[in-house]
């Protein structure tokens, strides 16, 4: 038996729904232009987890997927257009937006994309140029 928690997720509607099971592999904040751009907000909060913790649980059929770039399918339901989660194949991971996890005890650890900030936040986060060494970027933090 596992003692995994499990968390409920929804579109804005409703019509789809989906579960997360675990714990996020990593949290922060993304600064950059498709996010901000995609999310119609000067800054993205989003949520890392293994593809194979999030499950739809209603409204397959229902959602729809944009992928500008091979390195994001994001998608969203077909009936109101509520963003619900990007697939990031070459990363390995799938990012589920924030705000449709209400139950989860958001804790950012860190801030992406930084150098195309709109948003200047004085956090005490690292501030990553684009993304850490280990995720293809070139791990450099700049100042806050």
Request: charged share 15%; with cysteine; glycine share 10%.
């Amino acid at each position: 038996m596992s003692n995994a928690s499990t968390y409920q997720g929804s579109c804005f509607c409703g019509a789809v729904q989906f579960t997360v099971t675990g714990e996020p592999v990593a949290m922060g904040y993304c600064h950059c232009e498709s996010c901000r751009h995609w999310s119609a907000g000067p800054v993205n909060a989003f949520t890392l987890w293994q593809p194979d913790a999030v499950q739809v649980t209603q409204g397959a059929d229902n959602i729809g997927t944009y992928h500008k770039t091979e390195n994001s399918y994001r998608k969203w339901c077909k009936t109101c257009g509520g963003h619900l989660f990007s697939e990031h194949p070459g990363l390995g991971f799938t990012d589920v937006y924030a705000a449709v996890i209400p139950a989860l005890n958001y804790q950012p650890a860190v801030h992406v994309n930084y150098r195309e900030t709109v948003l200047r936040i004085k956090d005490g986060l690292p501030k990553m140029q684009d993304f850490p060494a280990e995720m293809g970027g070139s791990g450099v933090i700049l100042p806050e």
